[in-house]
């Protein structure tokens, strides 16, 4: 597979979508500014602009917003920098697989590519030289550690997260700022090894170098692989002979690397050092593809609700006049599409994609609430809160409720070790769902902007309530008491805070 030359063009928002290149150098840069905060005081009060801001340091953060330039940030070789940056180290991995409950292919994978062909090596058993079928093996971490040092395999950990704080804590603060789900794995090769073939992925990548050093090739994407939906199969090195390499270089301890959904790329160690370093993703089925395809299943079953003729059976032999017939009736429905107000199917779509991501992200934590968990949430706090013990209420962080197909969506009921499945819908979903009554829930949104607004300030409850309330031409009796009832379920959950 050979690829064809390209011809610069531009997306629809005018911006040009050549693939490029760009390469920061602040290896000697003494200025304080180009290596950012505290991390960790970043993650543990969950900033999010400031924590991504620290990840591409002195890069501009809109670097990583580009479907078609990839970034190097050097900053290897400062003593400073690498050990600011030493988030997730050696003794770390060797913790994690030592935990004696990892698990291969869910916590963990051993990998290898030798002469063209990439293998999986998921046993404790050294004896079986591969073992690509899937495994739901118990780790044992000295034998992982001999395949790595003796054989020359790498290790991949699985969602670090579920068991390493300062990584939840990070993806969590990520995930707060990109409102969409985060995913991070760890990789360590070992010297003179490869443990990948070349392939692009389905998520924008940030790479971090933690130990040692690793080069790095990034190819610009084949045209019929433009900003993917899925990952790509492993690709031989001749089928990439003929992409255009736009990133050749190693990353040392501290260099930050971008690579743009679709890039393909591969990763190997020289014979002077081992590697060990993250990847963090973002953006996977975070596109306006994702939200079309949400408008249009839901138009369509609304078309069909309305349209007896789509609802009648198809009669066989279906051929010839009677074909054309429907098929002219058939056309006839997808025209009339044209005449309807979809305004309220896209908004639809696009809050139902911020339901899902509720469903998804980790769950909050502790530090990133604007006030105590256990004194101002749960079962005690609402019952608080009914009573009239407790009267006012603030939200406990931004962007954690979505209220859509009559339900209130938010991450308090989330799990470290469920973040990283993906879900493709909420709809049964009770984990993470509060029922909102219809005459309630477009009031229920007003009151939840204005707490938004209140940027964690409590306010009265019942006084929201009736001031919104108020706004009702008609038909507003008992409202204010269902609604302080929806305050309440939303307190008990963890939403609210009451206060």
Not at 115 to 138: F, K, L
Request: charged content about 30%; some cysteine.
């Amino acid at each position: 597979m050979r690829a064809k030359r390209r011809k610069e063009t531009r997306d629809d928002s005018g911006e040009s979508d050549a693939p490029s290149c760009v390469v920061h150098d602040a290896r000697n840069d003494s200025n304080e500014e180009t290596v950012g905060g505290d991390w960790v005081e970043l993650i543990e009060h969950g900033d999010g602009a400031g924590l991504l801001e620290w990840l591409v340091a002195p890069a501009d953060v809109e670097c990583v917003r580009s479907a078609s330039t990839v970034t190097c940030v050097r900053r290897g070789g400062a003593e400073r920098t690498t050990e600011r940056r030493k988030w997730f180290s050696m003794a770390d991995v060797e913790a994690t697989l030592a935990s004696r409950d990892a698990r291969y292919g869910i916590d963990a994978d051993v990998t290898s590519y030798v002469d063209g062909v990439r293998r999986t090596h998921n046993s404790n058993d050294d004896t079986h030289d591969v073992c690509d079928e899937a495994s739901n093996e118990i780790v044992d971490a000295k034998a992982v550690m001999r395949a790595y040092r003796e054989r020359g395999r790498s290790i991949r950990l699985l969602h670090p997260q579920t068991r390493h704080d300062a990584t939840w804590k990070m993806l969590a603060t990520l995930e707060s700022h990109f409102e969409c789900a985060c995913g991070c794995n760890v990789y360590v090769t070992p010297a003179n090894a490869q443990g990948f073939a070349p392939h692009y992925d389905d998520i924008d990548a940030y790479v971090l170098q933690i130990e040692g050093e690793k080069r790095w090739r990034v190819y610009a994407p084949f045209q019929s692989d433009e900003l993917p939906r899925t990952s790509s199969k492993n690709y031989t090195q001749e089928e990439i002979a003929g992409l255009e390499v736009l990133f050749d270089g190693v990353l040392e301890a501290g260099d930050f690397l971008y690579i743009p959904r679709g890039f393909v790329h591969q990763a190997e160690c020289s014979s002077r050092a081992h590697s060990v370093h993250a990847t963090i993703s973002t953006n996977q089925a975070n596109t306006h593809a994702d939200a079309f395809e949400i408008a249009t299943q839901t138009i369509a079953r609304s078309l069909i609700d309305e349209s007896k003729w789509l609802r009648r059976n198809i009669y066989r032999p279906h051929q010839g006049p009677r074909r054309c017939l429907d098929m002219q009736q058939m056309g006839q429905a997808v025209l009339a599409l044209g005449s309807r107000d979809l305004d309220p199917y896209l908004f639809h779509a696009y809050e139902s994609l911020r339901a899902r991501f509720q469903a998804q992200r980790l769950p909050v934590p502790e530090t990133h609430l604007e006030r105590s968990r256990t004194s101002c949430t749960g079962d005690r706090a609402a019952e608080s809160f009914r009573g009239g013990e407790l009267t006012k209420v603030a939200l406990q962080r931004r962007g954690c409720l979505v209220l859509v197909d009559g339900a209130a969506y938010h991450p308090f009921s989330n799990s470290r070790d469920g973040s990283h499945e993906r879900i493709f819908s909420v709809s049964g979903d009770e984990r993470g769902r509060v029922p909102v009554d219809d005459d309630v829930i477009d009031i229920l949104d007003e009151c939840l902007y204005v707490l938004q607004e209140l940027d964690g300030e409590a306010t009265d409850a019942a006084a929201l309530a009736s001031t919104h309330v108020a706004k009702l031409e008609n038909g507003h009796a008992g409202i204010v008491d269902r609604l302080i009832h929806a305050f309440a379920e939303l307190i008990r959950v963890g939403a609210l805070a009451a206060c």
